[in-house]
């Protein structure tokens, strides 16, 4: 998911995403292990998704906060 879709949701959606990636970053990482994944750039793929929203989250809070201080 690229950042400029991820900052159209609101905050709750961009929360559930990320609650979804994290499943499957885990299921991901049980298949890699287990030799059932035959696709190893998912995980990275998921990681990287997973960085970008934290990441977007983190800018709609700083957001927040200099709005407060003004």
């Known amino acids: 998911?690229?950042?400029?879709e991820i900052r159209l949701l609101?905050?709750?959606?961009?929360t559930a995403k990320l609650l979804d990636l994290r499943q499957e970053k885990m299921n991901l990482r049980f298949q890699a292990v287990s030799g059932q994944l035959s696709d190893l750039?998912?995980?990275k793929e998921v990681r990287r998704d997973?960085?970008?929203?934290?990441?977007?989250?983190r800018e709609m809070e700083?957001?927040?906060q200099q709005?407060?201080?003004a």
């Open 10 to 14: 609101t905050k709750d959606e961009i």
């Open 50 to 57: 997973i960085a970008r929203m934290e990441t977007i989250l």
């Open 67 to 69: 709005e407060g201080k």
């Open 62 to 64: 700083m957001q927040k």
């Open 1 to 4: 998911m690229k950042a400029a």
């Open 41 to 43: 750039s998912r995980v």
